[in-house]
Structure formats: C-alpha cells, structure tokens
C-alpha cells in the first residue's frame, strides 16, 4: 500500500516510466519516447489525483474492514473498468488484489492459532494422559487467550476421537466453508 501510494505521488509529479504506462494500459498505451511520457503525465494530473483518492478510499475500507470484528464483512467487488476510463483502469490496477492479500493474512492467523491450540493440547496430554474435553481447558494454564478463527469470529472447531482430536480452523479459498490445510487430525 506504501510503495502504491508512492507510486501515485510520483505521477502526480509527472515522473512515469514506460513500464509504468504499459502496465496501466498493457494493450493500448503508445510506444511514445520516454520524452514525451512526463508531459503526457502532468496532463493527466487531475486523472491521477482522482484515482488516487479512490485508492486511498479503498484502503481505508479495507483497514476498517480488517481491524474490526470478526467474521469480516465482504468488501463488494468494483466493476471491471471500461477501456478508456484512465481513473477506474488505475484503481483497478492498484486495488486488485489488496481483499485477497488481506484474506491471506487472517488465512495465516487461523492457521497460527491452530497450530497454537495443538501445541497446548498436546502439552495437556502429557501432563493429564488425555485430551480435554473441551477446548476452555487450555486458558489460561497453557495458553494467555483462547485462539480465533478470524473467519468465523469464534475458537477453531475442536472434536474429541477417541484417544484424539480434530481442529479445524475455515479458509477464505471458496465461497462455502472449506476444510483445506488448517486441520489437525490427530489420532493419539
């Protein structure tokens, strides 16, 4: 988001490079000399500093979305931008990816209290010779804080079998809940 903002800053500057241009406008941009790119981005100005808005926007959503409660609401998707509109094709450009890139990070934070539980759970076995019963076991002698699901909004799923356990913990990958990497099966 930094580097993206920097990058909105220099061309509002006029300061656009070739690569920067085919990247906004693969397809369509001129293979103008560099020379006539500055000029070209100093006339643009106004574009630039609407999208720019328009991305500063989107990341405060985005920063409101993710330090707020949990299960997170869905951001809703902006329409794919038309082939001329330089202000939407530039927020499209910058902002694709940023809803994902934050699905990735609760993805890791699910996974890391997973991992979290497993390890106390693990700990409470060795110390009693068997599971608990129930995950509230753990807090606070083997763990400070029960663990969320940042999914859900709620402790991983846990599931006595037998002489083990299940924990589950959702993934962003699809629309339904999917079971993918974040569970621990364990036997004994």
Same mark, same amino acid.
Not at 43 to 57: D, K, N, T
């Given at each position: 988001?930094?580097?993206?903002?920097?990058?909105?800053?220099?061309?509002?500057?006029?300061?656009?490079?070739?690569?920067?241009?085919?990247?906004?406008?693969?397809? #369509?941009?001129?293979? +103008?000399?560099? $020379?006539? &790119? /500055?000029?070209?981005?100093?006339?643009?100005?106004?574009?630039?500093?609407? @999208?720019?808005?328009?991305?500063?926007?989107?990341?405060?959503?985005?920063?409101?979305?993710?330090?707020?409660?949990?299960?997170?609401?869905?951001?809703?998707?902006?329409?794919?931008?038309?082939?001329?509109?330089?202000?939407?094709?530039?927020?499209?450009?910058? #902002?694709?990816?940023? +809803?994902?890139? $934050?699905? &990735? /990070?609760?993805?890791?934070?699910?996974?890391?209290?997973?991992?979290?539980? @497993?390890?106390?759970?693990?700990?409470?076995?060795?110390?009693?010779?068997?599971?608990?019963?129930?995950?509230?076991?753990?807090?606070?002698?083997?763990?400070?804080?029960?663990?969320?699901?940042?999914?859900?909004?709620?402790?991983?799923?846990?599931?006595?079998?037998?002489?083990?356990?299940?924990?589950?913990?959702?993934?962003?990958?699809?629309?339904?809940?999917?079971?993918?990497?974040?569970?621990?099966?364990?036997?004994?």
């Amino acid at each position: 988001m930094k580097g993206t903002n920097a990058m909105f800053m220099r061309m509002e500057r006029g300061e656009i490079d070739p690569r920067t241009a085919e990247y906004i406008y693969p397809m #369509t941009w001129p293979h +103008w000399p560099s $020379s006539f &790119l /500055g000029p070209a981005a100093r006339v643009g100005r106004p574009f630039v500093r609407m @999208a720019r808005l328009r991305y500063l926007r989107h990341v405060e959503q985005l920063l409101d979305a993710q330090a707020g409660p949990r299960p997170r609401p869905a951001l809703p998707e902006p329409p794919a931008p038309q082939r001329w509109a330089l202000v939407d094709r530039l927020v499209d450009k910058f #902002t694709a990816g940023t +809803w994902h890139r $934050s699905n &990735l /990070g609760d993805n890791f934070a699910g996974a890391l209290g997973a991992a979290e539980l @497993a390890v106390a759970l693990r700990r409470f076995k060795l110390e009693r010779f068997e599971y608990p019963a129930d995950l509230s076991a753990l807090v606070p002698s083997y763990l400070d804080r029960m663990p969320i699901d940042p999914h859900t909004g709620r402790p991983p799923i846990y599931v006595r079998q037998g002489p083990g356990f299940t924990l589950r913990v959702t993934d962003s990958s699809s629309g339904a809940e999917k079971w993918w990497a974040f569970e621990w099966d364990v036997k004994r």
